[in-house]
């Protein structure tokens, strides 16, 4: 079978099952849910298919996909995931019998782009999606460090590691019943626990009007100041978890493992609607935050 043909069945397939989930909410929880995972299934696996040339190494909790480009510092590099998997399991005090994770690391942003199929300047160094990771190379992010030190500086606090494997476990904790600003917000959040790493926060100007927190889920990309969605989606979450503690927002994730649609969960958990979740936040920005 051509590789044209294998890609027209696996995005076929894999419309499919995203729009069961996504399309047809009426349907029992545990069958979006199956659908799901699935869908994980056929993208991890036509990712395997993409990277097949690959060289591979496969540690405790990950099977990691890399090039040559990295195969002098891949062991430290698996360490380092490892080390921060480890961290981010500890902040969020959940601790899953999970699969090895395929973690695909590309050697410069034009391949982990297309990988995605971007397009343009997009400057991600790593993206989780569909149960896999990918990250940029160390070698990648700037073409021009060679020095050993420099590179495990990055590995260990620049490129968004502990960010995307956040991501992965708040996916499984909620079998991938979550919104977008709480899944940021909440990665980014424990990349800062672990590893001290914050995004560059917007203009002043910036913060006196936010978004809806509707817009910051489905429409996550779509919003033209990705700086300020970021930014809101951490100091939401912050906000609950300053207020409420790092408990409620466990419980938060384990009543939409249920699944409960986040604003109810957000009510049942915190008492609260999602316009008075936006107002409280707005006046704790307001309160913590601006001048």
């Known amino acids: 079978m051509g590789q044209n043909n294998l890609l027209r069945i696996v995005v076929i397939i894999t419309i499919i099952l995203l729009s069961v989930y996504i399309l ?3 349907l029992p929880f545990f069958m979006r849910s199956y659908s799901y995972k699935c869908f ?3 993208v991890k696996a036509y990712l395997n298919y993409q990277t097949r040339e690959f060289n591979v190494l496969k540690s405790e909790n990950f099977i990691i996909k890399y ?8 062991s430290f590099t698996a360490d380092v995931i490892e080390d921060h998997y480890q961290s981010a399991k500890t902040q969020l005090s959940y601790y899953p019998e999970d699969e090895k994770i395929l973690v ?5 942003q034009e391949e982990l782009n297309g990988s995605f199929g ?3 300047d997009k400057s991600a160094s790593g993206a989780y999606w569909a149960g896999s990771i990918r990250l940029l190379s160390p070698y990648g992010w700037d073409e021009d460090v060679k020095e050993e030190r420099i590179i495990q500086e990055t590995l260990i606090k620049v490129l968004p590691i502990s960010h995307e494997l956040s991501h992965r476990l708040i996916d499984v904790w909620t079998q991938g019943n979550y919104t977008r600003w709480l899944t940021e917000g909440l990665a980014q959040h424990i990349e800062e626990k672990v590893v001290g790493f914050r995004l560059d926060e917007p203009f002043p100007k910036d913060k006196e009007t936010l978004y809806s927190l509707k817009n910051l889920d489905r429409d996550f990309d779509r919003q033209e100041n990705q700086l300020l969605a970021y930014w809101q989606s951490l100091q939401t979450v912050q906000f609950l978890i300053d207020k409420y503690g790092m408990d409620k927002m466990q419980e938060l994730l384990s009543v ?7 604003n109810y969960a957000i009510e049942q958990v915190y008492g609260l609607n999602i316009n008075e979740l936006e107002s409280k936040t707005q ?3 307001q309160r913590e935050l601006l001048p």
């Open 24 to 26: 047809v909410p009426s």
């Open 40 to 42: 994980q299934s056929v």
């Open 67 to 74: 090039t040559d480009l990295d195969k002098e510092i891949i």
């Open 118 to 120: 971007w397009e343009g």
């Open 256 to 262: 939409l493992s249920k699944g409960i649609k986040t």
């Open 283 to 285: 006046e704790y920005i």
């Open 104 to 108: 695909v690391i590309y050697p410069n």
